[in-house]
C-alpha cells in the first residue's frame, strides 16, 4: 500500500509534521510540475525531492557539484533504508554497470551524479532505458553566471529536459538574488515553474560586525561570553591549526578542519565536534557543507567572505534548533584590500588557464583524445617550478578547468605512516615513566601495532588519537619526538593530491570554458565583493534588514539584536532620558502624557527607560502616579 508523504517522513526522518513549505512543494512535484525552491540553510531542502521521489514510480536523477556531499547524502539516505546510489568518478565500469542495472530493476530510488556525468553520451544512453521520475539539481545557483559559485558544467543540464520531456525538474538552493533565481529558471528550461520562496529572516540569529585589530583576543571574549559550541571561519588552512592552538592553549577545547587533510583527519575532528567533545571547530569554508547540528552557538568569521550568500550560508549554521545564536564577522582594513587580491588571483586570464591544461597534461603524459576517468598522481610543485607558474596561479587555474567539468580534484589522500621501535621495552617504559604524558600513547602503540620491536609496522595515527581522545596532529607530534630521541624510527605518511580526468583531453587552444567569459564572471566577483563592503561598512538599518533586501525581501522590521541595532537602541535610550528630564523639569506628568511627546520611539523602550530612571532616582512618582524631577 502507498504511503503519504507524512507516514514517510515519520518513518525515515522521525518528524511528525513538514516545516513551510516542504508540503506545498512536495505536492506541486507531486503533481507533475516544475519547482524552483529557494529555501535557507538548514531549512530542509532535501526532503523536497526525496520524499516525491519514494512516492514516484522509477528513480529520482539527482545532481549535485560535490562528490563529498553526494557520498555524504548517500549514506545517509541508506542508514535510514532508501534505496540510494551515486555515480562518481574513480568508480570502476563494472561499478558504474551495477549501479545503473540496480537503476532499471527498482534497487535504486535515487540516484545522485555530477553535472559533468550528463555530458557523456553513454551514460545519457544508459539513462533511456531507466524510468526516470523527476530530476533534481542541488545547489541550482551553480548553473548561474551570476551566482556566485557558476559552474560551467552546470550548463548542460538544462539539455536532459529533452530526453525526459514529461519528468518533472526541481531546482533547490540556500542562497540566490531574484535575478539568479530567474536566471536558473531560463537555463534549465522550466515549464511555468512553481516558485517557493522561504523567508531569509531568522529572527534568533544576530549579525554582528567589528572593525578589531585584535582578533584573537575579541575571539576569546566572545566564545567565553556566548558559550556553548561553534564555529570559527579563517582565511587559510595554516590558520586553522594556529588558532586551534591558540583557543587550546587557553582552555577552550577545539578543533580543525580543511580541505588538506586526509579524510581520516576531517572524519575525526568532525566527528569529535558533533558529538560534543571539542567545543570548537576551526575551519576554511571546506567545511559546513551537509552539516546538520542545531545546537550552533556561535559562527565567526576572521576575515571577510567573498560575497554575502557565501558569509549568510555560513552564518547560517548556527542557531538551527531555533535558540539565539550569534554570527560575528571580525575585520581590518587589510582584509578589505585581500579581498581585490583573492579575485585577481582566483581568476586567471584565459591563456594562463590554457597552459596550465597544457602543462598538465604534458606533466601526465595524457594524449588528445585520451585521459578519461583514468587517475593520476598530481605533484603541483613540480609541474610549477618546471613550467614556472606560481602554485597560487597554478591551483586557481586548475579550480577553473575543475568547475568547467575537465578534472576532478579528489581531496587529498595519504600514504599509511610505518614506525619500528629501535629500544629495549624496559627502555620505552623507562621514557614513558619519566614523561607520563607519553604513557598512553605507549601503552595503545604496544596494544595495536604488533610486531613493532621487530620490524616497521604500520601505525594509524588518527586510531591512536581516538582511543586517547586526543587530535591526530599531537599523536604525530609526539611520535615524531620520540623519533628524534631515537626510541622509535618513525616514517610519516606523505600526503598525496591526485587529479581526474572526467573528459578526455581535449586540444588546449580549442578550450572554451563551455561559452564562458572569466573576464564576466571577474567582473561579478568584484560586485559580490563591493556589495559585501558596502554591508560590514553601513551603519543602517540593520543587518538582517540589509541581508534580506540583498535576497529581494522586503522589510523594515529590525531585528534588534545586531551591532547596529544595539547602537541604535543606546542611542536612543539617550534620546528617551534627555528628553524625559527637560518634559518633566516643565512639571510632574502622567506616563501617558509623557509618551505623548513622543512620536517616532517605540513606547516599550520609553517605558523601559522611564524604569530604569526611577530605579536610579534620576526622576521619582508621587502619589496621583504622576513623574517629576
Not at 540516484?111 to 559533468?116: G, I, T
Not at 599509511?416 to 604513557?439: C, E, H, I, W
Not at 607530534?477 to 578526455?504: C, H, W
Request: hydrophobic share 40%.
Amino acid at each position: 500500500m502507498a504511503k503519504t508523504a507524512l507516514e514517510l517522513l515519520k518513518k525515515h526522518w522521525g518528524y511528525d509534521s513538514f516545516r513551510h513549505p516542504q508540503n506545498e512543494i512536495i505536492e506541486a512535484v507531486l503533481d507533475g510540475h516544475d519547482a524552483m525552491v529557494l529555501m535557507p540553510t538548514g531549512g530542509g531542502k532535501s526532503l523536497c525531492y526525496q520524499i516525491p521521489a519514494l512516492m514516484k514510480e522509477g528513480v529520482c536523477l539527482v545532481v549535485s557539484p560535490l562528490i563529498a556531499l553526494m557520498k555524504d547524502q548517500v549514506e545517509n539516505l541508506r542508514e535510514k533504508h532508501i534505496k540510494a546510489a551515486c555515480i562518481v568518478s574513480g568508480m570502476t565500469s563494472d561499478q558504474q554497470s551495477n549501479v545503473l542495472t540496480n537503476c532499471m530493476y527498482g534497487g535504486v530510488k535515487l540516484l545522485y551524479v555530477a553535472p559533468e556525468r550528463l555530458r557523456q553520451r553513454t551514460f545519457i544512453n544508459a539513462l533511456n532505458g531507466i524510468n526516470i521520475s523527476m530530476i533534481a539539481v542541488d545547489e541550482a545557483h551553480c548553473i548561474s553566471q551570476w551566482g556566485y559559485d557558476f559552474r560551467p558544467s552546470y550548463l548542460t543540464i538544462g539539455e536532459i529536459r529533452q530526453h525526459f520531456p514529461s519528468a518533472p525538474i526541481i531546482a533547490l538552493t540556500a542562497t540566490a538574488t531574484p535575478i539568479v533565481v530567474d536566471d536558473i529558471c531560463t537555463r534549465l528550461e522550466m515549464r511555468n515553474a512553481k516558485r517557493f520562496v522561504a523567508s531569509f529572516y531568522r529572527e534568533n540569529l544576530a549579525y554582528m560586525v567589528f572593525h578589531e585589530a585584535d582578533k584573537r583576543n575579541r575571539l576569546l571574549r566572545i566564545i567565553r561570553k556566548v558559550g556553548g559550541c561553534g564555529i570559527v571561519y579563517v582565511s587559510s588552512r595554516h590558520a586553522t591549526s594556529e588558532i586551534s592552538d591558540f583557543l587550546n592553549s587557553n582552555g577552550i577545547t577545539s578543533g580543525y578542519y580543511h580541505a588538506g587533510l586526509t579524510k581520516r583527519e576531517r572524519d575525526m575532528a568532525q566527528s569529535r565536534w558533533m558529538e560534543g567533545r571539542t567545543q570548537v571547530m576551526v575551519a576554511t569554508n571546506a567545511f559546513g557543507m551537509g552539516i546538520d547540528k542545531r545546537d550552533v552557538r556561535f559562527v565567526v568569521h576572521t576575515y571577510i567572505p567573498s560575497s554575502i550568500e557565501s558569509y549568510f550560508q555560513e552564518a547560517g549554521r548556527g542557531g538551527r534548533d531555533g535558540q539565539r545564536a550569534y554570527a560575528v564577522m571580525l575585520y581590518t582594513e587589510g582584509d578589505i584590500e585581500k579581498l581585490d587580491k583573492n579575485i585577481n588571483q582566483a581568476y586567471p586570464d584565459a591563456d594562463t588557464v590554457r597552459a596550465v591544461y597544457n602543462a598538465l597534461c604534458y606533466h601526465l603524459a595524457v594524449p588528445l583524445g585520451g585521459g578519461e576517468n583514468e587517475e593520476f598522481a598530481l605533484d603541483v610543485e613540480a609541474i610549477a617550478a618546471k613550467h614556472s607558474f606560481s602554485t597560487t596561479t597554478l591551483w586557481a587555474a586548475l579550480g577553473i578547468l575543475e568547475r568547467d567539468g575537465l578534472i576532478y580534484l579528489p581531496s587529498k589522500g595519504e600514504e599509511q605512516s610505518t614506525m619500528m621501535v629501535t629500544v629495549s621495552r624496559d627502555g620505552l617504559f623507562n621514557f614513558a615513566k619519566t614523561n607520563p604524558q607519553y604513557a598512553p600513547l605507549i601503552e595503545t602503540i604496544m596494544r595495536i601495532c604488533g610486531g613493532v620491536f621487530a620490524r616497521h609496522t604500520d601505525v594509524d595515527e588518527a586510531l591512536i588519537a581516538k582511543l586517547n581522545d586526543i587530535d591526530p596532529v599531537q599523536v604525530r607530534f609526539m611520535l615524531e619526538r620520540m623519533d628524534k630521541l631515537n626510541l622509535i624510527d618513525y616514517k610519516k605518511g606523505r600526503q598525496s593530491q591526485t587529479v581526474i580526468f572526467t573528459a578526455p583531453r581535449c586540444d588546449a587552444k580549442s578550450l572554451q570554458s563551455g561559452g564562458v567569459d572569466y573576464a564576466v564572471q571577474k567582473q561579478h566577483a568584484m560586485q559580490r565583493k563591493e556589495a559585501m563592503v558596502e554591508f560590514i561598512r553601513s551603519s543602517e538599518p540593520c543587518r538582517s534588514i540589509q541581508l534580506l533586501r540583498y535576497f529581494g525581501e522586503q522589510s523594515d522590521r529590525r531585528c534588534g539584536w545586531c551591532d547596529i541595532c544595539i547602537a541604535h537602541t543606546k542611542q536612543q535610550k539617550a534620546e528617551v532620558e534627555t528628553k524625559v528630564a527637560q518634559l518633566l523639569a516643565q512639571g510632574p506628568m502622567t506616563i501617558q502624557q509623557l509618551l505623548s511627546h513622543f512620536d517616532d520611539i517605540d513606547e516599550r523602550l520609553i517605558r523601559s527607560q522611564v524604569r530604569s530612571m526611577i530605579d536610579a532616582r534620576t526622576i521619582g512618582i508621587d502619589r496621583d502616579m504622576r513623574l517629576y524631577v
